[in-house]
């Protein structure tokens, strides 16, 4: 019996009715709509982080941040299921694509309800997935293998993004961390968020940086527009070396790697 089966076979038995079930992605976790009941499953390794993703999404819902609820089922949350960890959320059909507008409320009542968790000093900065990028690069054998050129340029890229972010004097600010159009969809009328594995510490440029630039444009808080390109060039640059490394897991991860290395090199020029 595969994984998702066995999910399956457990939301069956809390009484939902389950037919077969849609995979929606299968990046760092498995998440599947147990179609046509209202549930998603996502499947994770680390039992920690789905831990803390699922407490996290249930305060931000209980004070009405914009996010996708965890659901209840009768089940004590995160499940073991053949050693992994399981989590329950609200199914929210992806029909309609969020305006800018949208999304720029919605990301500033999301940092609104994200500095009102409790403990959120202890969250990480953001600069902290830029050095384990490095810690990739530096790897002799990572997969996709490439070339020596371009591994300097993304090296130069993401050292130069850790030293802008760790020189800021500011207080920083919650963040989501990788609110990008794939962790966003429309719900009752609005913009709302899922995936809060990446929650971190940083500032309102950092989440920006990861959408369009119109976003930035409705975002209402005065922005420092040259943090905020030197961020999307980090980004880009990190986003390409996680691609590198999971050129196995998909056709296209090798296409976002050359895109976003393209990217970094064009706006490096």
Not at 40 to 45: E, P, Q, S, Y
Not at 173 to 195: E, K, Q, T
Request: net charge negative; charged share 20%.
């Amino acid at each position: 019996m595969d994984l998702i089966t066995a999910v399956a076979n457990l939301v069956r038995d809390q009484g939902l009715e389950v037919g077969v079930p849609v995979n929606l992605r299968s990046t760092n976790n498995v998440v599947a709509w147990m179609y046509p009941s209202p549930v998603v499953t996502k499947i994770a390794r680390d039992f920690d982080a789905s831990t803390r993703e699922f407490e996290l999404a249930m305060f931000l819902a209980a004070i009405g941040a914009p996010v996708v609820p965890p659901i209840e089922i009768g089940i004590a949350q995160p499940v073991n299921v053949e050693g992994q960890w399981v989590t329950f959320w609200r199914y929210v059909a992806d029909e309609r694509t969020a305006t800018s507008a949208q999304v720029a409320a919605s990301l500033d009542e999301l940092h609104a309800g994200l500095a009102k968790v409790p403990g959120h000093s202890t969250f990480p900065p953001c600069w902290g997935r830029l050095e384990a990028a490095v810690d990739l690069l530096d790897d002799p054998e990572l997969p996709g293998e490439p070339a020596g050129d371009d591994r300097v340029l993304l090296h130069r890229a993401l050292l130069d993004g850790i030293a802008d972010l760790a020189s800021l004097s500011d207080p920083p600010h919650v963040l989501h961390g990788s609110p990008h159009r794939f962790n966003i969809l429309v719900m009752d009328g609005g913009a709302v968020f899922i995936d809060f594995e990446t929650i971190e510490l940083g500032p309102l440029e950092w989440d920006l940086a990861h959408l369009d630039e119109e976003v930035a444009g409705f975002y209402p808080a005065d922005l420092d527009q040259e943090l905020l390109r030197r961020c999307r060039i980090a980004i880009s640059a990190a986003t390409s070396t996680w691609c590198w490394e999971g050129v196995d897991r998909g056709a296209d991860m090798r296409s976002h790697a050359v895109h976003h290395l393209e990217t970094v090199r064009r706006m490096l020029a």
